[in-house]
């Protein structure tokens, strides 16, 4: 290797050492100075009123393109929607009338289908509101993009209470021929489903923009204050920690990398020492060989990649599975020092909580939709967020159909369902006979914390814990 070229390296990796050394020292500063890039309007625009509509919308169409590009932000936001919507939900049983507007494909793939729930959460991570429109003649509805919404009317005395929002788009012509096609811009006012006139009267324009009271506007807000109109976005606490942890992570990448260039540090006290040195290395000998050195040589090892430790941002991953609500196992896929993963991963009570609290949301928007389509009392049904294990399961299902609590066919659904059978018979299978002295309910006797309540349980557990022969 050419001197000049080695000295020139070994400078240049010094000097990025000390750059990575004074990143590092004012991380906490360039996680305040992250507002700088992008974000000044944001952090300003917050007063009495909360965030104003155009800057929710340019902070919104700035955390939609981190959170695709972002692994902490992508990640963040699917453990959330699986959390909420990951086993689905249900309606109950609902008359063929209305259950054909659930099944009509526009409306599955807006609001009732996995892929479209799944589309819906994402708003509330991204835009904090969603928001469609539903038609009173059709009763099908359209999802309509945060950045159509340009104005809203509220109610005077409450600004809560929205009554019309403002739509604006550009209608795409369709002339099929080529000729003659021209966009157009819209501009619109819809009636929210929640807004009930006293007199039952619409109004027909607002300024100068028409009302179509043939439709109504569906909306969604999360994480509002008393006060304020609009939503604020689930990711917005998380994208400067989210910011810091990719940029310490690239920082240490960075570093890793100088450190990998050189193995061996040679010192020399004479510039011929250095020139007679660099002679000797430039062809490497093979493995194990012997280093022969004059008196005024010395020769070091150079610090490992060990040296940078990557787990040392930890705390920022932690920051951003703080602002998401959920586990920072779950966010790092990565159990830390808290041992297993399985024991890590275990969804802690509050994020439990949160998820709940989040569904209740959606149960609130999903009864306005179906009061709108004519059910009279709609029942939203959420399965369980956590997985228990098969047999615990086994036996709770055991348990109540002892206690006639559930009927056969709803067993025997449960029971399919949680073994993952397939079902290849529509009655049930046959009852074998039984003295009803026996339950499929294992007993726990008196060591457990709670005791069984199964009439054989108590009788049972001296003998339970004898020796058999």
Not at 71 to 82: A, E, K, V
Not at 133 to 157: C, H, Y
Not at 210 to 234: E, I, Y
Not at 320 to 341: I, K, R
């Amino acid at each position: 290797m050419d001197l000049n070229k080695f000295t020139q390296e070994f400078d240049a990796m010094y000097a990025e050492n000390e750059f990575l050394k004074e990143s590092y020292q004012s991380m906490a500063a360039a996680v305040m100075a992250f507002d700088d890039n992008g974000w000044n309007d944001l952090a300003t625009a917050s007063g009495d009123d909360g965030f104003t509509l155009e800057d929710l919308q340019k902070s919104s169409s700035r955390i939609r393109e981190l959170s695709e590009g972002n692994p902490l932000l992508n990640r963040g936001c699917g453990l959330r929607t699986s959390y909420v919507f990951g086993k689905g939900v249900s309606f109950g049983v609902l008359a063929p009338r209305i259950q054909k507007y659930i099944d009509d494909q526009f409306n599955q793939d807006v609001l009732f289908s996995s892929e479209a729930q799944t589309i819906n959460e994402r708003s509330h991570f991204t835009d904090g509101q969603f928001f469609v429109m539903g038609s009173l003649a059709t009763k099908q509805f359209q999802r309509i993009p945060f950045t159509e919404i340009t104005a809203v009317v509220t109610n005077p005395d409450n600004k809560e209470e929205i009554w019309y929002y403002r739509r604006t788009w550009t209608r795409r012509a369709q002339d099929l021929g080529g000729e003659g096609s021209k966009d157009q811009e819209l501009k619109v006012w819809y009636p929210t489903d929640t807004y009930k006139p006293l007199n039952g009267r619409y109004v027909s324009r607002i300024a100068k923009d028409p009302v179509d009271a043939n439709f109504r506007m569906f909306a969604s807000r999360v994480n509002r204050r008393a006060g304020r109109v609009w939503g604020v976005p689930d990711a917005i606490p998380a994208v400067p920690w989210a910011h810091a942890y990719n940029e310490y992570l690239k920082d240490g990448a960075r570093m890793l990398k100088a450190l990998s260039m050189f193995a061996w540090q040679l010192k020399s006290k004479t510039k011929a020492g250095v020139t007679n040195a660099a002679a000797a290395i430039a062809t490497p000998p093979g493995a194990g060989s012997t280093a022969v050195m004059g008196a005024d040589m010395e020769l070091s090892s150079m610090p490992r990649g060990g040296s940078v430790d990557l787990t040392d941002g930890r705390p920022l991953g932690s920051m951003v599975a703080s602002a998401l609500e959920v586990s920072v196992v779950a966010l790092l896929s990565d159990p830390g020092t808290s041992g297993s993963y399985g024991t890590a991963a275990t969804l802690d009570v509050p994020t439990l909580k949160a998820m709940e609290a989040r569904q209740k949301i959606w149960t609130q928007f999903y009864k306005r939709v179906l009061f709108f389509i004519g059910a009279k009392e709609p029942q939203i049904n959420w399965p369980k967020i956590e997985s228990e294990p098969s047999q615990r399961m086994m036996q709770a299902l055991a348990l109540a159909k002892e206690t006639n609590a559930i009927w056969d066919d709803e067993y025997r659904d449960a029971v399919i369902e949680t073994l993952d059978i397939p079902k290849l018979h529509t009655e049930l299978a046959p009852q074998l006979p039984t003295d009803g002295s026996s339950s499929a309910v294992s007993s726990q006797g008196n060591n457990g914390a709670v005791g069984s309540t199964q009439d054989n349980a108590q009788d049972l557990a001296q003998s339970d814990a004898e020796p058999t022969a």
